[in-house]
């Protein structure tokens, strides 16, 4: 049945197969007559974030997942994934005075990771990842003036 057939009317369901009256004992228990008959239920389990309720009716246990034609289209693109950069190199953002290099060749970065300390009109900066990739080389040493644009560090 699409989600077009069903209608919720203050506590009733109208379908095409005939009306559905709900009554709460709780927030866990419900009672649902439909076509005359009596079914109890129960929410064993929901995640509102992700449209899924698990439920029982009569002993019947039931997993519903809500599908939403925008939620598809954009899992469809490929818009529900995070992208992740792949580093290439680290350019300098400014000109200044190395402080500490916080990373050798061969170390995993993560996005975020604290790659140098680089200061510049006597504040410090931090630079930080914000790409995944692993230190191929490292440039420059600690206390080394750069210019801004100059390559300090190349990832693979």
Do not use: C
Request: aromatic content about 8%; charged content about 30%.
């Amino acid at each position: 049945m699409s989600e077009s057939n069903v209608f919720l009317i203050d506590g009733e369901v109208q379908t095409p197969k005939g009306n559905a009256k709900i009554e709460w004992s709780d927030r866990r228990f419900f009672t649902v007559f439909f076509n005359g008959k009596k079914y109890n239920g129960e929410i064993l389990e929901q995640n509102l974030e992700n449209h899924f309720l698990k439920l029982k009716l009569n002993h019947r246990v039931f997993e519903v997942k809500r599908k939403y034609a925008l939620l598809d289209l954009i899992s469809q693109l490929g818009l529900d994934k995070q992208k992740v950069k792949k580093l290439k190199e680290l350019a300098s953002p400014m000109p200044g005075r190395v402080l500490k290099i916080m990373v050798k060749a061969g170390d995993q970065i993560k996005i975020g990771d604290s790659l140098l300390s680089l200061e510049a009109m006597k504040m410090e900066n931090i630079l930080k990842s914000d790409g995944e990739g692993v230190v191929k080389e490292v440039f420059i040493s600690e206390e080394q003036v750069v210019d801004k644009g100059e390559v300090l560090m190349e990832f693979e």
